[in-house]
């Protein structure tokens, strides 16, 4: 049995690094008891593991590690890709050994040429990353990293769909339909995870009534969006969903625009969270993924926090994108390790939902816009089973 360590595009690692990295996947072969066969690893850049993806997966984004399974040599597992530049900035982001993480990511590189996939099955990740964790857990005593490994254990990531614009449509004719009602019931059918409607201040698309009757009718999670506003807290005390999101809001805005800002208003949120916590409501502030924002967040008692996309959804540039994604990465980490839950939303869609749904930290999406829109197309039902779909596949 052989490891083949390569270096594709990139400048080799130092000998001992690649000696330690394959003795310790050696001994995790052993602790397998598996047959005795081959496989290789190439260490490159971000550049052709961006290349691989496109070419193979149909994915255009870079990612730390592929593995394609060998099914037809019986003496080979197959071939593992990793970018050694991302997982020296993840290292190094997250103050991990370098070379433990690239035996975590080797293992699951590995854990896929031996037919665990993540990306199948409601309970697959959660098991991939359990026979992971046994793994790092035997061949090092790296707290760091299993701790770090620990936080990405989660069940993968819900969808909660926003209903709202089916009332936009119905609000421009001053009609009584289309009913999102009817759109709640339809989208639970195609898998949503949690109904999302923002009663906003003018009442321009849901009303009061809207929200009692999805509550009523959905057999999952009912979440009110809305401003800090005593009519509306008094609304939410009433009708008890199951979630409120906090939410800034100006009349003039066509959608929300930005986090909420918590700077010197950690007080007054902190007793809205109180009431709302006291009448069994769960409570979620709308921010922006940054440091300061969530560190005060932490002050207010909120139990979740939703992370906002709107500016990753906005940007043209790839390196804006791709700059707006790792703040978010690193918002979830953060908002994390501070013991929220963490949601985001805002301006996600079909075609940008994949890498931001790769972030483990994230378990729920809020959609609303791109779902609604594709409905008129495809239906609710399949409108929601596609962006599920697609959420689950990037889960990594
Ligand atoms: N999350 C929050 C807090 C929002 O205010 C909205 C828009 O109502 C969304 C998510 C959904 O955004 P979109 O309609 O762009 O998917």
Known sequence: MSIYLQFLHIKALPKDTAQALKKKLTQALEILKL??????????SDEKIKEFNRTFLQRDYPTNVLAFPQRDDPRYWGDIIISLERAKEEAGQYGLDLENYLLSLSLHGFLHLLG?????????????????????????????LIKFLQRREYM????????????????????YYPDPVHAAVLAELGGADGIVVHLRLDRRHIKERDVKIIKEIIKTKLI??????????????????????LVPERVEEITTEGGMELE?????VKKVVKVLNRAGIKVSLFLNPDEKTLELAKKTGAQIVELHTGMYAEAVEEEKRLEELARLERGAHLAKDLGFIVHAGHGLNYENIGPVAAIPEIEEFS????????AIMVGMKEAVREMKELILRARG
């Not at 047959?35 to 490159?44: N, Q, R």
């Not at 959609?367 to 594709?374: E, K, L, N, Q, S």
């Open 35 to 44: 047959p005795k066969k081959s496989f290789s690893i190439i260490l490159t």
């Open 116 to 144: 665990y996939d993540h990306e199948k099955g409601l309970y697959a990740p959660w098991l991939m990353l359990k026979n992971e964790l046994n793994l790092i857990k035997a061949l090092t005593e790296d707290e760091k």
């Open 156 to 175: 993968p990531a819900k969808l909660a769909v926003n209903v709202d614009h089916v009332a936009t449509v119905r609000e421009a004719r001053k009609s």
């Open 224 to 245: 009110l969006e809305m401003a800090i506003d005593p009519e509306l807290i008094k609304f939410a005390q009433e009708v008890k969903p199951y979630q409120v999101t």
């Open 264 to 268: 010197g208003r950690v007080e007054e």
């Open 367 to 374: 959609i609303g816009h791109a779902i609604v829109g594709r």
